[in-house]
Each structure stands twice: as C-alpha cells, then as structure tokens.
C-alpha cells in the first residue's frame, strides 16, 4: 500500500528536494505540496487527507508546531527544520519523525522505513555500522541498547550483547533512534530512557547502577521529556 505525502515548507527549493525524494521511492506518492501553512491546512483537512505530512517549523503566518495542533490526529507528521531546538517539543506533538535539513536521501529512506514500521510491531528494529577498517558492517540492534557514549571521532554502542564501536558521531546515532526511547543527556551520552532508574543533579543512575552525567544544557529538555 503506498503513502501519499504533502509537503509543507515556505521555501520552494526544500519543497522540490523532499518532492523529488517522494517520487524516487517505490511506495511513495506525491499528494500535494504548499509553501502557505494556511492552505495547507485547508487542504489537508479535506475528504482524502494524505497518509503523512512533511511539515517545516519556521514558518511565517502559522509555524509547524501549531500547524501539528491544529491538524490533530488526522495525519501523521514529520518535522523538517534547521533547527534541533523544536525537537522536544515536536515529539510532544507525537511527531512521528524529526528530520534536520539539510536532509539527506539517505535519512529520508530512514524515515520512510520507520513510517512503515509504525503499522508492525516494533521488536527487531535494528540498523547497521561500520566496524573497523576494511568495511566490516555489524548489525545493532535497537531493543539492546542501553546507551551510547561518544568521542571525539568514533562512539561505543553499550547493548546487552556488549560493546560495539564505530566511527560516528553522537548525531548521527541520534538520528537512527526512536526519539520517543532515547534522549541526549550530555555532549558525550545517549541513553535509554527506560533504563533511568534516578535522577540526581547532574547524573543519571541505571537500573544496574551504572551512573552517566547529565548536561545542563541537556537537563531542561530532558526532565521535559519525562514529564517532570
């Protein structure tokens, strides 16, 4: 069964990019696009209303997050803005993905995956990694993981089956995740919210004890998440 998609962006040029990624991939259809969020808005709350709305942030007239509010339950949305700041907030609006721009096909076929992945169960996500040099991929699985902690140039993938390390950064792990199961605590940690046993000032201790800080830039945003 194909998604029908509408694009909802004030500028043209990020419209076309999102459009020419709908219509590249098998299973996806282009069911309209608008640079007004208010049109948009009209056009969505029709008889046929699109599978999932590729909805910007920043917009003059009436911004994503308000546009979500208003569009209720009748769509899926996903978010695509410049800025990482509205995450917390976009996934309190159930947002069903957060995707920075510049988007890349690569993330956008990530996305489209996890969209698929919302109608079955989710037991055995999981995604591949580059371990060491000769190109070797491992498969890691989501389920497992406990947290994550990040380098300069490579991160340690903490699971229930070990440790795996690759060469990424904390970003792009990030984005490979659920947001609604794992939060950025700290420039160097990822964790999974689940496992967080207690919260003191400025650490985190796991349901096995182990003990991870927590950022101040990262508390606020957190402890918003949680709903404290």
């Known amino acids: ?33 608008a640079t007004e969020p208010l049109r948009a ?13 590729f909805l910007d942030v920043d917009m003059p007239e009436l911004n994503g997050l308000d546009f979500a509010a208003l569009a209720g339950d009748s769509v899926t949305v996903v978010f695509t ?5 509205y995450a917390v907030e976009a996934f309190e609006r159930h947002a069903a993905d957060y ?5 890349s096909y690569e993330r956008f076929l990530a996305c489209v995956q996890r969209l698929r992945n919302r109608e079955r169960p989710a037991a055995g996500e999981a995604f591949f990694v580059k371990t060491g040099t000769r190109g070797k991929l491992q498969r890691v699985g989501i389920d497992g993981i406990r947290y994550i902690e990040g380098a300069d140039t490579y991160i340690d993938i903490l699971s229930k089956n070990g440790k795996v390390t690759t060469y990424m950064t904390l970003s792009e792990v990030l984005q490979r995740l659920p947001p609604d199961r794992f939060s950025r605590v700290h420039k160097s940690f990822i964790v999974r919210d689940a496992l967080v046993a207690v919260i003191e000032p400025g650490q985190l201790k796991l349901e096995d004890g182990t003990v991870l800080p927590l950022g101040p830039s990262y508390r606020e945003a957190f402890h918003r998440k949680l709903g404290l």
């Open 99 to 103: 995707l920075l721009k510049p988007v």
């Open 1 to 33: 069964m194909s998604l029908r998609c509408y694009i909802v962006d004030d500028e043209s040029h990020a419209i076309r990019i999102l459009a020419d990624y709908v219509q590249r991939t098998p299973g996806l259809v282009l069911a309209g696009t």
């Open 81 to 85: 803005t410049a800025f990482r700041e």
């Open 41 to 53: 808005l009209a056009e969505i709350s029709g008889a046929d209303p699109p599978d999932v709305v």
